[in-house]
């Protein structure tokens, strides 16, 4: 009898497990979880369509460093292997056309500019194809898979002089962590095999981002720049077209265009072009002929601002990527038809590339999983995960995301992704957490993707709060009408919104109203300042890397320029109205009126929002007795890389809110 009981107790034991879901006893992610974090990126599929060569990298927490390698998967049969050894920073990998060969780029050593390799997929190891002193900024295969364009930025002419300590700098729009001369990078050709290394352009120009040959070999087609200054001159890139017999370029699109891809059949070539002048907001694809550079067609049916796009087999149309709502979607958009949203399930879509047989390869985004590579197979609407090295997730406990719709005052509802504390019960109050995406021109997603983002949710959730990441006026995840209503009030506009946002949430009856945190990165951080300054009930805030004040920020940053153009129209900084027009939208301005426990949070050089702006904010607060805490990371950039770094911002972050909410 005792037996038969202990044998019924085990038995509905095991039942009991079978039916629980995999996550009841799942734990939710802590910091040190996130040092386990397995990227993918940069998905290339072979010309034949079987294989699909990807970027994958791993935390080397010891060294401080994230180390990548390529690995290749069959398509078919999900088998895999890397196939770079002993590579530092691995990036960029490009078939070549004929298949029989693979490209990348690569150092030999920590900190040495990255240089072009080729490794044969019969075997062998890498072949080292340039050594240009500055590095390769990209390159294309020529179309006989015999040889390569690359750009490189060009030496110094003056680096003896500099040698010599003759090092002034003469400035024009750089930021004000500029401490050397930039030069402008220009287009060179050059053997697999390493041989016959010939310079293309020349100038006081510039040529930026992918280059893309003629199917012929004639002629190399780039987007180009009237300097070096990539971000300060933004909004002055323009496609051309390199002659190479000729030795002449010529402009191919009129007006501002970038991101260039050239058609199979060389036809036509697909750019980005800002439907208002400023490639900040709202941009468009438009596809322009290569003989006058004429439209033939466009991509502004969809309403949405374009991050990225490739061709179609055959030209046929183009795959076009863009936010909606609180997903990252794709589009198959063709000259003639509405355009057609892929629906792939729970999986999101970015960095799509396109095989001749139609199979696409992509990076795959979901709610509850970190990145993974997946794979479209030709006339499938059911994607593949080719990899799955983000597998130790399924032992832990995501919170559950759910999209969040509220009424803004422009007559039209917002929508954001809301975190739930994990353990939720319903009936049950708990804190909120407002995490506000930067950019300002982005929209947060409800995937896991990235640290500052998905995954500083997930620690949240996991310590049990709401998060809330809302989508203001000017994210571009609703059309050109809602991005464009943050021109003129790129502070006040979305602060209205997301003051709205929390209203809504508190009416749901889930919120702990004594405990509502509002916190963000960059734009995100700028409306943090604002927000405390427009409203007493945070509990705390958390203000990274903000713009705190715009004049500052028209002067000092590396965006100057086309920052004032698309945020300020027709207003100079210099200017007592302009002043006054700027000053009315920096948190800065409304100091008086911050009551809140702030945490400022900034790398001691980041070019894009300088870090003065902080120190103001910070000695204003302190000198009025309000409870603040500033911590510098000694780092450049604007949010730091390293993983240390990353988990030392989180720690903050984190333990800020934490403080505040005992």
């Known amino acids: 009898m005792l037996v ?178 930039i030069q402008p990078s220009h287009i060179w050709v050059v053997n697999a095999d390493g041989s016959g290394t010939t310079r293309l352009t020349d100038g006081t120009w510039s040529a930026a981002g992918t280059v893309w040959w003629s199917p012929d070999a004639k002629r190399i087609y780039y987007t180009r720049l009237p300097d070096g200054l990539y971000f300060g001159h933004l909004t002055q890139q323009a496609t051309w077209v390199h002659d190479i017999a000729a030795k002449s370029d010529a402009l191919l699109v009129p007006g501002v265009s970038a991101n260039g891809v050239l058609s199979h059949d060389g036809s036509a070539v697909a750019v980005s072009v800002p439907r208002h002048g400023s490639l900040f907001l709202t941009n468009d694809l438009s596809i322009r002929s290569t003989a006058d550079g004429h439209e033939l067609w466009n991509a502004t049916a969809i309403d949405r601002n374009v991050h990225g796009f490739t061709w179609l087999p055959h030209d046929a149309g183009m795959i076009v990527e863009t936010n909606d709502g609180v997903r990252a979607v794709a589009w198959l958009v063709k000259p003639a038809g509405a355009a057609q949203k892929l629906d792939l399930g729970d999986v999101d879509i970015v960095q799509a590339n396109v095989a001749p047989d139609g199979g696409i390869a992509f990076v795959g985004q979901r709610r509850d999983h970190y990145v993974e590579i997946f794979y479209l197979a030709p006339n499938s609407a059911t994607p593949k995960a080719l990899s799955n090295n983000n597998a130790w997730i399924s032992n832990y406990q995501a919170a559950r995301v759910e999209p969040f719709e509220w009424m803004t005052d422009l007559g039209v509802k917002a929508i954001g992704a809301l975190y739930y504390p994990i353990g939720y019960t319903a009936g049950k109050t708990y804190p909120l957490v407002m995490d506000i995406h930067g950019g300002p021109i982005s929209t947060s997603t409800w995937d896991m993707t990235g640290v500052e983002n998905g995954m500083l949710d997930q620690l949240l959730a996991a310590r049990g709060y709401f998060v809330f990441r809302p989508n203001y006026r000017g994210s571009d995840n609703m059309g050109d009408a809602f991005l464009q209503a943050i021109v003129g009030d790129m502070a006040s506009g979305p602060g209205k919104d997301n003051l709205a946002a929390v209203d809504a949430l508190r009416k749901t009856g889930m919120i702990d109203e004594s405990r509502i945190f509002v916190s963000g990165w960059s734009g995100g951080g700028l409306q943090t300042s604002w927000l405390v300054g427009h409203a007493n009930f945070w509990r705390a805030a958390v203000s990274g890397a903000a713009v705190n004040d715009q004049y500052e920020q028209a002067t000092l940053s590396d965006i100057n320029e086309p920052f004032n153009e698309a945020f300020f129209p027709n207003e100079s900084p210099f200017t007592k109205a302009g002043r006054a027009a700027y000053d009315a939208e920096s948190p800065i301005t409304y100091v008086d009126a911050m009551k809140t426990p702030l945490l400022i949070l900034s790398d001691t050089r980041d070019q894009r929002v300088p870090v003065p702006q902080a120190y103001e904010l910070y000695h204003a607060l302190k000198q009025r007795g309000i409870p603040v805490q500033f911590t510098a990371f000694p780092r450049a950039g604007h949010f730091p890389t390293d993983p240390v770094g990353q988990e030392q911002v989180m720690r903050a972050w984190v333990g800020w809110i934490e403080r505040w909410s005992k």
């Not at 038969?4 to 996550?23: D, I, K, N, Q, Y």
């Not at 890498?126 to 990209?138: E, F, P, Q, R």
């Not at 898979?145 to 680096?159: C, E, G, L, M, R």
């Open 4 to 181: 038969r009981r202990v044998l019924f107790a085990l038995a509905l034991g095991a039942c009991a497990t079978l039916l629980l879901p995999s996550t009841a006893s799942a734990k939710g992610l802590n910091y040190e979880d996130l040092r386990k974090i397995v990227g993918a990126d940069s998905p290339q599929l072979s010309p034949d369509g079987t294989r699909v060569v990807y970027v994958r990298s791993t935390i080397n927490w010891k060294q401080n460093r994230r180390d990548t390698e390529l690995v290749l998967v069959d398509v078919h049969a999900g088998a895999s292997r890397t196939i770079t050894h002993d590579r530092i920073d691995v990036s960029m990998p490009r078939w070549s056309p004929d298949g029989a060969a693979l490209a990348y780029l690569a150092s030999s050593e920590r900190d040495k500019p990255a240089q072009l390799y080729v490794l044969p997929m019969n075997g062998g190891d890498s072949l080292k194809v340039t050594d240009a002193s500055n590095g390769i900024v990209s390159y294309a295969w020529r179309p006989d898979s015999q040889a390569f364009a690359y750009v490189t930025p060009n030496d110094n002419p003056d680096k003896k002089a500099v040698e010599k300590h003759l090092d002034s700098v003469v400035i024009t729009d750089q930021n004000y962590l500029t401490r050397v001369q």
